[in-house]
């Protein structure tokens, strides 16, 4: 069994944004043949404010050969000094229940969130986007900028705003030579009157503040954070994709569920999932406005995971865990 922190996770290819998108587009496959599944998430309280430890499994078959579970604790208040989300994906093989894996996974959910949104700019976007809005400058925002970087190196321009300008200011000045120009505005007023194809919001606002006038024929808006877009801005949408309709509509913070659950959005209005989209060929009017909302699947965590695992048993990578176990011919 490896063993594996957040740098060997990024060593092994855990943070590459093409990988991930494979590793994404397989396992859409996977769930529309039943050879992957996501049962329903559950929890415990923390002794902290607002404390939750989730668990979240999920079984994917194919080439990832992995079922598992990730174990996140969100700590929304805890003021020692550590992160206020940390997670860890344990593994083993679904074939015979073998542990395979304990692996950081953190930076696992920011690449496969950033690949979902690839995959939903490609194949879900009205038009193919040339301008794109970017809000936010935190893990999210950073996975996001990497991935429009290898999937989209011919976007015009790529504008930026974030409630602290230093932090965007930081996170541009770690990016790198980006391959388009990038335009960082003060206000949101400013960066939302710039003509854009696609926006991708990834703040940690809890209150929305993205309203119906953002809205123009052609454009996409993708929600990655939890309560970013008012519900009156959802309903001027022509079409509202998901990666993935589910239970989870009954407890999520996001928009759309607090949208469903006070009656305001009837889920006969989805138009389309990630299978649509990757099976189906589903696509968007082309003048149609559209909105994407990023609920965020374990399932895909578990795959990312196993295929980082799989690349650290070739390489002979990790802190290998032996077990003490007696096979029946040891009896």
């Not at 388009?180 to 991708?200: C, G, K, M, N, R």
């Not at 808006?221 to 949408?237: N, R, S």
């Not at 994407?292 to 196993?306: H, K, P, R, T, Y």
Request: with cysteine; hydrophobic share 45%; glycine share 8%.
């Amino acid at each position: 069994m490896q063993i594996l922190n957040r740098q060997q996770v990024t060593g092994l290819g855990g943070s590459d944004p093409v990988t991930a998108l494979q590793d994404i587009e397989d396992t859409i496959r996977l769930l529309r043949s039943g050879e992957a599944v996501m049962p329903a998430e559950t929890h415990v309280d923390l002794d902290t404010p607002l404390g939750k430890v989730y668990a979240l499994p999920a079984r994917v078959g194919g080439r990832f050969n992995a079922t598992g579970v990730k174990w996140t604790a969100h700590r929304p208040r805890a003021s020692d000094g550590y992160p206020q989300a940390m997670a860890m994906t344990l593994l083993n093989r679904a074939d015979n229940g073998l542990p395979v894996g304990l692996l950081e996974s953190g930076s696992l959910t920011a690449t496969r969130t950033a690949a979902v949104s690839a995959l939903a700019l490609q194949k879900a976007a009205p038009r193919e986007p040339k301008r794109i809005l970017l809000l936010g400058a935190g893990v999210q925002a950073r996975a996001h900028l990497e991935m429009l970087s290898a999937h989209f190196p011919d976007l015009e321009m790529v504008y930026c705003w974030n409630r602290t300008p230093d932090h965007l200011v930081k996170m541009l000045g770690q990016a790198g030579d980006l391959p388009w120009p990038v335009t960082q505005f003060e206000t949101l007023h400013d960066a939302l009157s710039q003509h854009w194809d696609a926006l991708i919001t990834c703040t940690s606002a809890s209150e929305p503040f993205l309203r119906p006038g953002i809205w123009r024929a052609g454009t996409m808006v993708l929600q990655i954070g939890y309560h970013e877009v008012a519900f009156e801005t959802i309903a001027a949408a022509d079409q509202v994709v998901v990666d993935l309709w589910g239970d989870f509509k009954q407890t999520s913070a996001k928009s759309l569920f607090q949208m469903y659950r006070a009656g305001l959005f009837d889920e006969l209005k989805v138009a389309a999932d990630l299978t649509n989209l990757v099976v189906d060929g589903w696509r968007a009017n082309p003048t149609g406005k559209v909105y994407f909302s990023s609920f965020g699947l374990n399932v895909f965590d578990i795959a990312l995971a196993a295929r980082v695992l799989q690349e650290a048993v070739s390489r002979g990578e990790g802190c290998e865990l032996p077990f003490g176990w007696e096979t029946a011919d040891d009896n």
